[in-house]
Protein backbone atom coordinates (compact mmCIF):
# COMPACT_ATOMS: atom_id res chain seq x y z
CA UNK A 1 0.00 0.00 0.00
CA UNK A 2 1.16 3.50 -1.27
CA UNK A 3 2.57 5.70 1.64
CA UNK A 4 0.15 9.18 1.49
CA UNK A 5 -0.90 11.95 3.88
CA UNK A 6 -4.53 11.15 2.98
CA UNK A 7 -6.23 8.67 5.30
CA UNK A 8 -9.17 6.38 4.55
CA UNK A 9 -11.09 4.79 7.11
CA UNK A 10 -11.76 1.05 4.95
CA UNK A 11 -14.19 -1.74 5.96
CA UNK A 12 -13.11 -4.91 3.73
CA UNK A 13 -16.76 -6.38 5.15
CA UNK A 14 -17.88 -10.15 5.09
CA UNK A 15 -18.47 -12.73 2.46
CA UNK A 16 -17.44 -10.88 -1.27
CA UNK A 17 -16.44 -7.90 0.70
CA UNK A 18 -12.94 -8.87 1.74
CA UNK A 19 -11.88 -10.33 -2.29
CA UNK A 20 -13.79 -7.05 -3.82
CA UNK A 21 -12.31 -4.65 -1.72
CA UNK A 22 -8.55 -6.20 -2.65
CA UNK A 23 -9.52 -6.02 -6.16
CA UNK A 24 -10.47 -2.38 -6.34
CA UNK A 25 -7.81 -1.54 -3.97
CA UNK A 26 -5.31 -2.65 -5.98
CA UNK A 27 -6.72 -1.30 -9.56
CA UNK A 28 -6.93 2.49 -7.79
CA UNK A 29 -3.32 1.91 -6.90
CA UNK A 30 -2.32 0.83 -10.53
CA UNK A 31 -4.31 3.94 -11.42
CA UNK A 32 -2.08 6.54 -9.36
CA UNK A 33 -4.70 7.21 -6.34
CA UNK A 34 -2.69 7.48 -2.97
CA UNK A 35 -3.62 6.92 0.42
CA UNK A 36 -3.24 5.28 3.37
CA UNK A 37 -5.96 3.16 5.00
CA UNK A 38 -7.32 2.51 8.55
CA UNK A 39 -8.76 -0.92 8.10
CA UNK A 40 -11.93 -0.88 10.56
CA UNK A 41 -13.92 -3.19 12.43
CA UNK A 42 -17.39 -4.03 11.50
CA UNK A 43 -19.92 -6.60 11.05
CA UNK A 44 -19.32 -10.18 11.30
CA UNK A 45 -15.28 -10.00 11.50
CA UNK A 46 -16.68 -7.46 14.96
CA UNK A 47 -18.76 -10.33 16.43
CA UNK A 48 -16.52 -12.60 16.08
CA UNK A 49 -14.51 -11.05 18.35
CA UNK A 50 -17.43 -10.43 20.75
CA UNK A 51 -18.13 -6.45 20.00
CA UNK A 52 -20.94 -5.24 18.93
CA UNK A 53 -22.03 -5.18 15.18
CA UNK A 54 -20.83 -1.53 14.65
CA UNK A 55 -18.06 -1.04 17.45
CA UNK A 56 -17.85 2.27 18.95
CA UNK A 57 -14.52 2.71 17.96
CA UNK A 58 -15.28 2.62 14.39
CA UNK A 59 -17.72 4.79 14.41
CA UNK A 60 -15.74 7.47 16.27
CA UNK A 61 -12.80 6.95 13.94
CA UNK A 62 -14.64 7.67 10.71
CA UNK A 63 -16.16 10.53 12.04
CA UNK A 64 -12.92 11.86 12.73
CA UNK A 65 -11.31 11.03 9.26
CA UNK A 66 -14.36 11.99 8.00
CA UNK A 67 -14.51 9.63 5.30
CA UNK A 68 -14.76 5.75 4.66
CA UNK A 69 -14.72 3.01 2.09
CA UNK A 70 -16.85 0.60 2.85
CA UNK A 71 -17.09 -3.56 1.98
CA UNK A 72 -20.67 -5.41 2.53
CA UNK A 73 -21.46 -6.47 5.62
CA UNK A 74 -24.16 -9.38 6.21
CA UNK A 75 -27.65 -9.07 8.48
CA UNK A 76 -29.48 -12.32 9.43
CA UNK A 77 -32.81 -12.20 8.10
CA UNK A 78 -35.96 -12.26 10.85
CA UNK A 79 -32.67 -13.10 13.91
CA UNK A 80 -29.62 -12.29 15.39
CA UNK A 81 -27.54 -8.86 14.72
CA UNK A 82 -29.09 -5.36 13.63
CA UNK A 83 -27.58 -4.16 10.45
CA UNK A 84 -24.50 -2.43 10.74
CA UNK A 85 -24.83 -0.36 8.01
CA UNK A 86 -28.10 1.26 9.09
CA UNK A 87 -26.63 1.40 12.74
CA UNK A 88 -23.44 3.18 10.99
CA UNK A 89 -25.30 5.69 8.72
CA UNK A 90 -27.78 6.39 11.69
CA UNK A 91 -24.93 6.94 14.26
CA UNK A 92 -23.26 9.24 11.52
CA UNK A 93 -25.95 10.94 10.61
CA UNK A 94 -25.82 9.81 6.86
CA UNK A 95 -28.81 10.95 5.28
CA UNK A 96 -28.12 11.23 1.96
CA UNK A 97 -27.67 8.10 -0.07
CA UNK A 98 -26.74 8.98 -3.54
CA UNK A 99 -27.17 5.73 -6.06
CA UNK A 100 -26.22 6.19 -10.18
CA UNK A 101 -27.34 4.00 -12.14
CA UNK A 102 -25.86 4.05 -16.08
CA UNK A 103 -26.31 2.19 -19.20
CA UNK A 104 -22.84 0.31 -19.80
CA UNK A 105 -22.10 0.55 -24.07
CA UNK A 106 -21.63 -2.40 -25.08
CA UNK A 107 -22.71 -4.48 -22.40
CA UNK A 108 -25.63 -6.45 -22.89
CA UNK A 109 -28.37 -6.28 -20.79
CA UNK A 110 -32.20 -6.42 -20.99
CA UNK A 111 -31.87 -3.02 -21.84
CA UNK A 112 -29.13 -2.25 -23.65
CA UNK A 113 -31.66 -0.60 -26.52
CA UNK A 114 -31.98 2.37 -24.02
CA UNK A 115 -29.72 4.76 -22.36
CA UNK A 116 -30.47 5.08 -19.27
CA UNK A 117 -28.71 7.54 -16.52
CA UNK A 118 -30.86 8.18 -13.87
CA UNK A 119 -29.24 8.62 -9.79
CA UNK A 120 -31.20 7.71 -6.92
CA UNK A 121 -31.19 10.21 -4.03
CA UNK A 122 -32.12 8.05 -0.96
CA UNK A 123 -33.13 9.34 2.54
CA UNK A 124 -30.93 7.02 4.77
CA UNK A 125 -31.72 7.17 8.65
CA UNK A 126 -35.55 7.61 8.67
CA UNK A 127 -38.93 6.04 7.91
CA UNK A 128 -39.61 2.13 8.73
CA UNK A 129 -35.32 1.71 8.75
CA UNK A 130 -35.31 4.17 12.04
CA UNK A 131 -35.44 0.90 14.14
CA UNK A 132 -38.28 1.60 15.93
CA UNK A 133 -40.29 -2.10 16.01
CA UNK A 134 -41.97 -4.05 19.05
CA UNK A 135 -44.11 -6.53 19.94
CA UNK A 136 -47.33 -5.87 21.95
CA UNK A 137 -47.91 -9.26 21.45
CA UNK A 138 -47.46 -12.96 20.22
CA UNK A 139 -49.51 -12.84 17.40
CA UNK A 140 -48.45 -9.26 16.56
CA UNK A 141 -45.33 -7.24 15.48
CA UNK A 142 -45.52 -3.29 14.51
CA UNK A 143 -43.13 -1.07 12.98
CA UNK A 144 -43.07 2.92 13.30
CA UNK A 145 -42.73 4.42 10.29
CA UNK A 146 -40.60 8.05 10.90
CA UNK A 147 -40.36 11.34 8.58
CA UNK A 148 -39.52 14.82 9.74
CA UNK A 149 -39.85 18.02 8.38
CA UNK A 150 -36.20 18.12 8.94
CA UNK A 151 -35.38 15.19 7.58
CA UNK A 152 -36.97 15.95 4.54
CA UNK A 153 -35.73 19.70 4.40
CA UNK A 154 -31.87 18.89 4.53
CA UNK A 155 -32.35 15.60 2.34
CA UNK A 156 -34.35 17.86 -0.54
CA UNK A 157 -31.57 20.43 0.14
CA UNK A 158 -28.91 18.25 -0.81
CA UNK A 159 -30.86 16.43 -3.59
CA UNK A 160 -31.84 19.72 -5.43
CA UNK A 161 -28.02 21.08 -5.06
CA UNK A 162 -26.81 17.69 -6.86
CA UNK A 163 -28.92 18.27 -9.91
CA UNK A 164 -28.15 21.74 -10.15
CA UNK A 165 -24.06 20.84 -9.36
CA UNK A 166 -24.40 17.53 -12.03
CA UNK A 167 -26.11 19.69 -14.81
CA UNK A 168 -29.03 17.83 -14.53
CA UNK A 169 -32.37 19.17 -15.23
CA UNK A 170 -35.46 16.91 -13.34
CA UNK A 171 -36.13 16.02 -10.02
CA UNK A 172 -38.47 13.14 -9.29
CA UNK A 173 -40.10 12.46 -5.63
CA UNK A 174 -41.35 9.00 -5.28
CA UNK A 175 -43.98 8.27 -2.65
CA UNK A 176 -46.94 6.65 -1.22
CA UNK A 177 -48.84 9.35 -0.27
CA UNK A 178 -51.93 8.46 -1.59
CA UNK A 179 -51.94 5.92 1.04
CA UNK A 180 -49.63 7.13 3.92
CA UNK A 181 -50.97 9.95 4.19
CA UNK A 182 -49.54 11.82 6.87
CA UNK A 183 -45.45 10.14 6.63
CA UNK A 184 -45.45 10.56 3.05
CA UNK A 185 -47.54 12.99 2.67
CA UNK A 186 -45.13 15.53 4.70
CA UNK A 187 -42.20 13.96 2.23
CA UNK A 188 -44.15 15.53 -0.74
CA UNK A 189 -45.08 18.65 0.89
CA UNK A 190 -41.90 19.65 2.09
CA UNK A 191 -40.65 18.42 -1.87
CA UNK A 192 -42.60 20.95 -3.32
CA UNK A 193 -41.53 23.63 -0.80
CA UNK A 194 -37.77 22.84 -1.96
CA UNK A 195 -39.16 22.63 -5.43
CA UNK A 196 -40.75 26.37 -5.51
CA UNK A 197 -37.00 27.39 -4.06
CA UNK A 198 -35.49 26.00 -6.77
CA UNK A 199 -37.46 26.78 -10.15
CA UNK A 200 -35.10 26.35 -12.25
CA UNK A 201 -35.12 22.62 -11.69
CA UNK A 202 -38.28 20.89 -12.97
CA UNK A 203 -40.01 19.00 -10.01
CA UNK A 204 -42.75 16.41 -10.37
CA UNK A 205 -43.38 13.34 -8.75
CA UNK A 206 -45.25 9.61 -9.36
CA UNK A 207 -46.70 7.07 -6.97
CA UNK A 208 -43.66 4.28 -5.69
CA UNK A 209 -45.82 1.45 -7.61
CA UNK A 210 -46.67 3.37 -11.07
CA UNK A 211 -42.52 4.28 -10.82
CA UNK A 212 -41.43 0.54 -10.38
CA UNK A 213 -43.73 -0.04 -13.67
CA UNK A 214 -42.05 3.15 -15.50
CA UNK A 215 -38.85 1.89 -14.76
CA UNK A 216 -39.48 -1.29 -16.22
CA UNK A 217 -41.18 -0.12 -19.48
CA UNK A 218 -39.10 3.17 -19.81
CA UNK A 219 -36.19 3.85 -17.80
CA UNK A 220 -35.02 6.27 -19.98
CA UNK A 221 -37.22 8.73 -18.99
CA UNK A 222 -36.03 9.85 -15.31
CA UNK A 223 -33.24 11.75 -14.37
CA UNK A 224 -33.11 12.02 -10.90
CA UNK A 225 -35.62 10.58 -7.93
CA UNK A 226 -35.39 11.12 -4.55
CA UNK A 227 -37.19 8.71 -2.26
CA UNK A 228 -37.70 7.68 0.85
CA UNK A 229 -35.38 4.51 3.04
CA UNK A 230 -37.47 1.83 2.36
CA UNK A 231 -39.14 2.81 -1.25
CA UNK A 232 -35.64 3.86 -2.49
CA UNK A 233 -33.75 0.79 -1.32
CA UNK A 234 -36.00 -1.08 -3.36
CA UNK A 235 -36.20 0.60 -6.21
CA UNK A 236 -32.29 0.92 -6.22
CA UNK A 237 -31.98 -2.82 -6.78
CA UNK A 238 -34.33 -2.21 -9.28
CA UNK A 239 -32.54 -0.08 -11.41
CA UNK A 240 -29.26 -1.84 -11.07
CA UNK A 241 -30.73 -4.43 -12.54
CA UNK A 242 -31.94 -2.24 -15.49
CA UNK A 243 -28.23 -1.93 -16.52
CA UNK A 244 -26.39 -5.07 -15.80
CA UNK A 245 -27.32 -6.08 -11.90
CA UNK A 246 -25.58 -5.58 -8.29
CA UNK A 247 -22.17 -5.91 -9.43
CA UNK A 248 -22.31 -2.82 -11.26
CA UNK A 249 -24.07 -0.62 -8.93
CA UNK A 250 -22.26 2.01 -6.92
CA UNK A 251 -23.34 4.00 -3.47
CA UNK A 252 -22.69 7.05 -1.08
CA UNK A 253 -23.77 7.86 1.95
CA UNK A 254 -23.61 11.55 2.84
CA UNK A 255 -23.66 13.46 5.73
CA UNK A 256 -22.92 17.24 6.23
CA UNK A 257 -19.51 16.24 8.05
CA UNK A 258 -18.86 12.47 6.77
CA UNK A 259 -19.57 10.58 3.85
CA UNK A 260 -19.16 6.11 3.92
CA UNK A 261 -19.03 5.19 0.52
CA UNK A 262 -20.14 1.58 0.13
CA UNK A 263 -21.81 -0.49 -2.91
CA UNK A 264 -25.76 -1.26 -3.39
CA UNK A 265 -25.00 -5.15 -3.23
CA UNK A 266 -24.71 -7.44 0.24
CA UNK A 267 -22.05 -9.81 0.92
CA UNK A 268 -23.55 -12.01 -1.48
CA UNK A 269 -22.99 -15.49 0.66
CA UNK A 270 -23.63 -17.74 -2.18
CA UNK A 271 -20.39 -16.48 -3.78
CA UNK A 272 -18.36 -16.10 -1.05
CA UNK A 273 -14.47 -17.46 -1.22
CA UNK A 274 -14.97 -18.35 -4.42
CA UNK A 275 -12.86 -15.67 -6.54
CA UNK A 276 -15.74 -14.96 -8.63
CA UNK A 277 -17.58 -11.75 -7.65
CA UNK A 278 -17.36 -8.69 -9.46
CA UNK A 279 -15.63 -5.66 -7.57
CA UNK A 280 -17.10 -2.91 -10.18
CA UNK A 281 -19.68 -1.92 -8.06
CA UNK A 282 -17.25 -1.32 -5.67
CA UNK A 283 -14.76 0.10 -7.56
CA UNK A 284 -16.94 2.50 -9.23
CA UNK A 285 -18.05 3.21 -5.58
CA UNK A 286 -14.68 3.91 -4.75
CA UNK A 287 -14.41 6.32 -8.15
CA UNK A 288 -16.88 8.09 -6.54
CA UNK A 289 -14.88 8.76 -3.73
CA UNK A 290 -12.07 10.22 -5.29
CA UNK A 291 -14.29 12.86 -7.11
CA UNK A 292 -15.72 13.50 -3.66
CA UNK A 293 -11.94 13.85 -3.30
CA UNK A 294 -11.11 15.90 -5.49
CA UNK A 295 -8.92 13.35 -7.83
CA UNK A 296 -11.17 13.67 -10.93
CA UNK A 297 -9.31 12.77 -13.42
CA UNK A 298 -8.05 9.59 -11.65
CA UNK A 299 -11.30 8.59 -11.59
CA UNK A 300 -12.52 9.67 -15.14
CA UNK A 301 -9.46 7.21 -16.14
CA UNK A 302 -9.73 4.18 -14.37
CA UNK A 303 -13.50 4.82 -15.06
CA UNK A 304 -12.59 4.70 -18.97
CA UNK A 305 -10.59 1.69 -18.47
CA UNK A 306 -13.32 -0.24 -16.56
CA UNK A 307 -15.95 0.96 -18.86
CA UNK A 308 -14.01 -0.26 -22.20
CA UNK A 309 -13.70 -3.47 -20.02
CA UNK A 310 -16.91 -4.30 -19.73
CA UNK A 311 -18.17 -2.83 -23.36
CA UNK A 312 -15.76 -5.27 -25.30
CA UNK A 313 -17.23 -8.04 -22.88
CA UNK A 314 -14.11 -10.48 -23.40
CA UNK A 315 -13.33 -10.47 -19.70
CA UNK A 316 -16.38 -10.10 -17.59
CA UNK A 317 -17.12 -12.14 -14.08
CA UNK A 318 -20.23 -14.47 -13.79
CA UNK A 319 -23.21 -12.39 -13.16
CA UNK A 320 -22.29 -10.61 -15.98
CA UNK A 321 -22.91 -13.78 -18.48
CA UNK A 322 -18.50 -14.52 -18.22
CA UNK A 323 -16.30 -17.00 -17.13
CA UNK A 324 -13.41 -14.53 -15.28
CA UNK A 325 -12.37 -14.73 -12.17
CA UNK A 326 -12.58 -11.80 -9.85
CA UNK A 327 -8.61 -12.04 -10.36
CA UNK A 328 -8.70 -12.18 -13.90
CA UNK A 329 -11.35 -9.19 -14.43
CA UNK A 330 -9.06 -6.55 -12.41
CA UNK A 331 -5.99 -7.31 -14.28
CA UNK A 332 -7.60 -6.59 -17.29
CA UNK A 333 -8.89 -3.36 -16.24
CA UNK A 334 -5.32 -2.63 -14.76
CA UNK A 335 -3.78 -3.84 -18.43
CA UNK A 336 -6.21 -1.09 -19.94
CA UNK A 337 -5.21 1.63 -17.88
CA UNK A 338 -1.81 2.09 -19.75
CA UNK A 339 -4.00 2.18 -23.02
CA UNK A 340 -6.67 4.75 -21.69
CA UNK A 341 -3.70 7.56 -20.92
N1 LIG B 1 -24.40 -2.52 2.23
C1 LIG B 1 -24.42 -3.71 2.75
O1 LIG B 1 -23.58 -4.09 3.54
C2 LIG B 1 -25.56 -4.64 2.36
C3 LIG B 1 -26.47 -4.31 1.35
C4 LIG B 1 -27.44 -5.23 1.00
C5 LIG B 1 -27.53 -6.45 1.66
N2 LIG B 1 -26.64 -6.71 2.67
C6 LIG B 1 -26.63 -8.03 3.35
O2 LIG B 1 -25.97 -8.97 2.49
C7 LIG B 1 -26.49 -10.28 2.77
C8 LIG B 1 -26.86 -10.99 1.48
O3 LIG B 1 -27.99 -10.32 0.92
P1 LIG B 1 -28.67 -10.75 -0.44
O4 LIG B 1 -28.20 -12.11 -0.83
O5 LIG B 1 -30.09 -10.45 -0.32
O6 LIG B 1 -28.14 -9.65 -1.48
P2 LIG B 1 -26.75 -9.57 -2.21
O7 LIG B 1 -26.67 -8.21 -2.81
O8 LIG B 1 -25.63 -9.94 -1.31
O9 LIG B 1 -26.84 -10.68 -3.38
C9 LIG B 1 -27.94 -10.77 -4.26
C10 LIG B 1 -27.51 -11.56 -5.52
O10 LIG B 1 -26.63 -10.74 -6.28
C11 LIG B 1 -25.37 -11.38 -6.43
N3 LIG B 1 -24.32 -10.38 -6.25
C12 LIG B 1 -24.33 -9.35 -5.38
N4 LIG B 1 -23.19 -8.65 -5.47
C13 LIG B 1 -22.46 -9.27 -6.42
C14 LIG B 1 -21.16 -9.02 -6.97
N5 LIG B 1 -20.40 -7.98 -6.54
N6 LIG B 1 -20.69 -9.84 -7.91
C15 LIG B 1 -21.44 -10.88 -8.36
N7 LIG B 1 -22.68 -11.17 -7.89
C16 LIG B 1 -23.17 -10.36 -6.93
C17 LIG B 1 -25.30 -12.44 -5.33
O11 LIG B 1 -24.43 -13.49 -5.68
C18 LIG B 1 -26.75 -12.83 -5.18
O12 LIG B 1 -27.07 -13.83 -6.10
C19 LIG B 1 -27.67 -10.10 3.72
O13 LIG B 1 -27.22 -10.41 5.01
C20 LIG B 1 -27.99 -8.61 3.62
O14 LIG B 1 -28.53 -8.08 4.80
C21 LIG B 1 -25.65 -5.86 3.01
Not at 12 to 40: K, S
Not at 71 to 99: E, Q, W, Y
Request: glycine fraction near 10%; include cysteine; charge should be negative.
Amino acid sequence: MVMSDRRIALIPGDGIGPEITAATLRILEAGGFEAEYEILEAGQPALDKGLPVMPESTIARIAELGIALKGPTTTPIGKGHTSANVALRKALDLFANVRPTRSIPGLKTHFDNVKIDLIIVRENTEDLYAGIEFQPHKDMAQAVKVITRPGCARLFKYAFEMVRKQGRKRITAVHKANIMKLTDGMFLEEFYKAAAENPDIIADDIIVDNCCMQLVVRPEQFDVIVTENLYGDIVSDLCAGLVGGLGLAAGANIGENCAVFEAVHGSAPDIAGKGIANPTALLFTSLMMLRHLGERSIADRIGRATLQVLGEGKVLTGDLGGHATTAEYTQAIIDRLADVG
